[in-house]
């Protein structure tokens, strides 16, 4: 990655924590709420590969962090396992898949929902778990599934495709 | 039948590449665990609170220009939303007025009255809502993020005199309770939070509760601790009842509307009545509160 294309992802990794606290934080629709710069992590991660996804996932987990005065480095560890994640998911099984894009999306804020819960209660939080895990989660799911395809082709013009990932790993059958 | 890897050298340009993405994202990890043990313990008081505060601060005229770009889309969409609950509406405020004026005169008397019963037994009092306290008009600059947090950042801070456990008002009432403080801002934890309870009083009755946060639901709450005997009705107004004695006071001044009553209910085995409260706040689409400052405190 170049330092003009690293930065011009730690500037759509900002911007969308900025959208996502000042903004899109505050629609609910049937008691979701899109989470743009979860999508965004995702989608950096598909396209730019498993380091630069986690790296730009804990930035802009930070960044969500200073902005909500909430705990420092909650948000950052969930998002760097996500980018890490999605960017994994690139450079291996999601060659030749059909939709990666949705899958990841879909599956990555079941998992990144689960695990915040898990974090907010080892910290103490009070969280009510029929809301956070069912009653919200769902829609969430369904608001990102659907802000997937402008976040990713947006972010996709404006950070580009990696060209090749490396090869996944190789094996021969010996007996 | 075996498999094995066509490449054996664990550091070979792709074992390389592995090592190095394991090292980066473990120590992303690890950074991570660091701060959210650090940040925890330490809380805003500490050295990595004051770090939090200052990157709060340089933050916040991002996040202000942000929010200043999208209001006139938001303001937009919620012109839209209410026209749709126009008519009805109209209906149930005409309605609403009219009850109001007949009991805007009844309290209007029993204020006189009331003011000249204190004067005649120089009648000692607790912090009240409004007249002890003068409210500081702070916009909302950041929203919960996610169902796991019920908190809004607002727009004041310590350099505005604002302090750790000053209560926040809406125009419709309480909001809730200002729980860390940064230069311009200051985090606000909202009544719906499981964390929060308020000794409040229905005000027909006087029957005395704590309002908190109802399990297994987003906003509404429960006025517990309500005992049997006590004739709460559906529609009763709830607000703060405030305390104050041997020099303590209750956070909440007494007087700040709550909400209202939707249900009440009892069973044999229960020692007290369950009393829910559906609140007058919107928590989910506050755009400014009033964050209310002791006229005691210097200014």
């Known amino acids: 990655m170049t330092a003009g294309l690293a930065l011009r992802a730690a500037a759509v990794v900002f911007v969308a924590a900025l959208f996502q606290a000042a903004i899109f934080s505050s629609f609910s629709i049937y008691a979701g709420t899109p989470d743009v710069l979860l999508v965004t992590v995702i989608s950096l991660g598909l396209l ?8 730009l996932g804990f930035a802009g987990g930070l960044v969500v962090d200073l902005l909500t005065l909430e705990t420092l480095g909650l948000t950052s560890l969930v998002l760097t396992l996500v ?7 690139a450079e291996t099984t999601a060659r030749g898949r059909l939709m990666p894009l949705f899958l990841a999306v879909g599956v990555m804020t079941v998992l990144a929902g689960f695990f915040a819960f898990a ?17 919200t989660l769902w829609p969430a799911v369904l608001l990102n599934l659907i802000v997937a395809v402008p976040v990713h082709a947006l972010v996709r013009t404006l950070v580009g495709k990696r060209t090749t990932f490396q090869p996944a790993g190789q094996v021969e059958l010996v007996a | 039948m075996t498999v094995r890897p066509v490449s054996p050298t664990p550091l070979g340009p792709r074992g390389a590449g592995a090592l190095r993405r394991r090292l980066v994202v473990g120590i992303l990890v690890v950074l991570a665990l660091m701060l959210i043990s650090l940040s925890f313990r330490s809380g805003s008081d500490g050295s990595l609170g004051g770090i939090h505060a200052a990157g709060a601060t340089v933050l916040r005229p991002f996040a202000v220009g942000v929010e200043r770009v999208a209001q006139p889309f938001r303001d937009a969409y919620n012109w839209v939303d209410s026209l749709f609950a126009a008519r009805s509406e109209a209906e149930r405020l005409r309605q609403e007025v009219e009850d109001l004026r007949q009991r805007a005169i009844q309290n209007e008397f029993a204020r006189q009255q009331n003011l000249t019963l204190r004067a005649l037994l120089e009648y ?3 912090p009240s809502f409004p007249g002890d306290f003068h409210g500081l008009p702070a916009e909302v600059t950041t929203r919960p993020t996610g169902a796991f947090t019920q908190a809004v950042v607002v727009a004041v801070g310590s350099d505005d005199g604002v302090r750790v456990n000053d209560p926040v ?7 809730g309770i200002v729980t860390r403080v940064a230069p311009g801002l200051s985090r606000v934890q909202l009544l719906s939070d499981q964390q929060l309870a308020v000794p409040s009083l229905d005000l027909r009755t006087s029957a005395s509760g704590i309002v908190r946060h109802a399990r297994g639901t987003r906003e509404t709450l429960v006025l517990d601790r309500v005992r049997k005997e006590d004739r709460v009705r559906v529609g009763d107004e709830i607000v703060t009842a405030g305390w104050a004695a041997s020099g303590f ?10 909400g209202a009553v939707t249900s009440v209910g009892q069973t044999d085995t229960d020692l007290y009545q369950q009393v829910q409260v559906d609140p007058y706040v919107d928590f989910g689409a506050l755009d400014a509160v009033l964050v209310l400052i002791p006229e005691t405190r210097p200014r």
């Open chain 1, 119 to 135: 974090l907010h209660y080892m910290l103490g939080d009070s969280v009510v778990v029929r809301h956070a895990l069912f009653t």
């Open chain 2, 249 to 258: 006071s209750s956070l909440y001044p007494k007087g700040i509307p709550v």
């Open chain 2, 124 to 126: 000692r009092d607790g």
């Open chain 1, 48 to 55: 730019r590969g498993s380091v630069p996804g986690a790296v």
């Open chain 1, 83 to 89: 980018g890490f994640w999605a960017g994994r998911y």
């Open chain 2, 169 to 175: 008002v809406a125009p419709e009432g309480l909001v």
